[in-house]
């Protein structure tokens, strides 16, 4: 099979032949129909993950069907379309899976960091890692909501907020022009915000209520002035963009970050005393949790927009990522 590896940190990739891997016990085969380019995968590319076995196969927005099934796996059969995100496997041993908490497994697996993922033909993952795809969704459609989707829906569904709250999304980018569309989805008043002024007409497109330029006004102001935020939603990898929109909270109000920025954040801590105001953060979400973002995508027709690109592809599909050069996903298709 055809497979795109890192084979030294801080390299390019390589596009090398693979043998087809075979499912161990508990495991699954996957023929990769289609696999999402994350801003994660920069920890691999880059060597920034600690304990990562080279060369590594990235890649945890896969999408496929399942092809073989090894041994003890009752749930899967041939044939089913599955996605694989980042939660990659968990122990079911550990005090957070006897709680059912598998997303902070002490011992998760993460797809194409623990084990070989989506950039390739093929690949094998847990059974438990595994999340079903509705027949409605396409390969290429599916693959981005697997890490970029339920981060934004699983996140937003878990916050304090209730139908007709002002969320704001900070971001409109691979993650932030989902975030807009399942907050309006989800029923809340929702802000777009950008330093890029030429995404306004996307924003409202994607069913933003309100934009906010923020190269050309304060958006904590702004959405002050609006009530103030129930949740921001941090989609965008920058501290000066987060801190720049804290003070926009409103009472109760959480400042959501689902990006991780290179640089710690500060606050005033003021408000959060005063008005009961937190910063917090969301990790993706299980397999089922997957689940239920395709599912919700398929049925209120939230749909990413992407550029799709071939395996041979992948070193320029990566850059136009980093670059933010691609509208708004990169999907390579095998
Ligand atoms: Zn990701
Ligand atoms: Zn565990």
Redesign the pocket.
């Known amino acids: 099979m055809k497979a795109v590896q890192v084979t030294e940190p801080g390299e390019p990739f390589e596009v090398v032949d693979r043998d087809v891997p075979d499912p161990d016990p508990g495991e699954v085969r996957v023929v990769v129909e289609a696999c999402?380019i994350?801003?994660?995968?920069a920890f691999v590319k880059e060597g920034q993950w600690p304990g990562i076995d080279y060369p590594r196969v990235p890649g945890?927005?896969v999408a496929g069907r399942v092809d073989a099934v090894g041994d003890d796996v009752t749930e899967w059969t041939e044939g089913d379309r599955v996605g694989v995100?980042?939660h990659g496997g968990h122990c079911f041993t550990c005090d957070a899976c006897r709680r059912g908490d598998f997303i902070t497994c002490e011992h998760g697996a993460v797809t194409g960091i623990s084990y070989d993922g989506g950039y390739a033909e093929y690949m094998t993952a847990p059974h438990e890692a595994l999340a079903r795809i509705p027949e409605e969704l396409d390969a290429v459609d599916a693959a981005p909501l697997?890490?970029?989707g339920i981060?934004t829906f699983n996140s937003l569904r878990n916050a304090d907020a209730r139908p007709g709250d002002l969320v704001a999304v900070q971001g409109v980018g691979g993650l932030g022009h989902l975030g807009i569309q399942y907050a309006r989805a989800a029923g809340f008043e929702t802000v777009a915000v950008s330093t890029s002024p030429d995404k306004e007409d996307l924003a409202y497109e994607l069913g933003a209520d309100h934009f906010l330029d923020a190269s050309a006004v304060d958006p904590a102001e702004e959405l002050r002035s609006m009530g103030g935020a129930k949740v921001i939603l941090g989609t965008a990898p920058s501290t000066d963009a987060m801190e720049s929109i804290a003070g926009g909270l409103g009472v109760d109000g959480t400042l959501l970050t689902i990006a991780v920025p290179g640089d710690e954040l500060s606050v005033n801590v003021q408000p959060l005393v005063q008005e009961r105001q937190s910063v917090g953060g969301w990790p993706?979400g299980t397999p089922r949790d997957s689940e239920d973002t395709l599912e919700f995508s398929a049925l209120r027709d939230v749909t990413p927009r992407v550029e799709t690109f071939s395996l041979d592809e992948a070193e320029a599909a990566y850059e136009a990522m980093l670059n933010g050069d691609v509208r708004f996903r990169s999907v390579l298709v095998p």
């Open positions: 999402g994350c801003h994660s995968d945890h927005e995100g980042w697997l890490c970029a981060t993706s």
